[in-house]
């Protein structure tokens, strides 16, 4: 059976984004994957109840996995507190990829949410630091290996292996 394949919704041209426009990967893989029926889209952000646009978000002195356990906050750009909406985006991520029984996903790098090595500090300067957004943190903590888009051919030599 093929690995089914979590993958953030802008990736695949959704305009999901805060600025309401998309991440679109042009990807000879991942059209073969969503031609073999492996991609299961999320935007965990709308999922939570954001809307289209919105204002950015960054984590606040630390990353997801300190969110998820009540360490840090993600605040928006105003200044409002928008944890509860990334946490509850990032458990519907979560039950999406389990009801689909995803073990890998490809998320979008750098988000708040999705950005699985390196995140903006918090300081909405473009500075990056390392650690996970919410949702790529959640799903580890679960056993979902978590790629970004500069990592597609990595999962595509991990599956090749799985699957030989
Ligand atoms: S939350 Fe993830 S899927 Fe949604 S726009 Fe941000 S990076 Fe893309």
């Known amino acids: 059976m093929k690995a ?7 990736l695949l041209g959704d305009r999901v984004r805060y600025d309401g426009d998309d ?7 991942l059209r ?3 031609m073999e029926g492996r991609l299961v889209s ?8 954001l809307s289209i646009p919105r204002a950015p978000a960054e984590v606040q002195h630390g990353d997801g996995h300190q969110v998820i356990h009540g360490y840090a906050q993600i ?4 200044g409002d507190d928008v944890t509860k909406a990334f946490l509850r985006g990032a458990q519907l991520a979560l ?18 949410s999705c950005g699985n090595d390196g995140i903006y500090d918090g300081t909405f ?27 597609i051919a990595q999962l595509a030599d991990r599956l090749a292996e799985l699957e030989a």
Do not use: Y
């Not at 999320?42 to 109840?49: H, K, L, R």
């Not at 039950?95 to 996903?105: Q, T, Y």
């Not at 473009?126 to 290996?145: N, Q």
């Open 4 to 10: 089914k394949i979590l993958i953030s919704a802008c």
């Open 23 to 29: 991440n679109g990967v042009d990807s000879v893989i």
């Open 32 to 34: 073969q994957w969503q």
């Open 42 to 49: 999320v935007c965990p952000e709308v999922a939570g109840g």
């Open 75 to 78: 605040i928006t750009v105003a």
């Open 95 to 112: 039950s999406r990829a389990n009801e689909h029984g995803c073990r890998f996903a490809v998320l979008a790098a750098r988000s708040p």
């Open 125 to 151: 300067s473009h500075k990056l630091v390392a650690g996970m957004g919410v949702t790529a943190a959640l799903l580890t903590e679960h056993h979902i290996e978590v790629f970004n888009q500069s990592q």
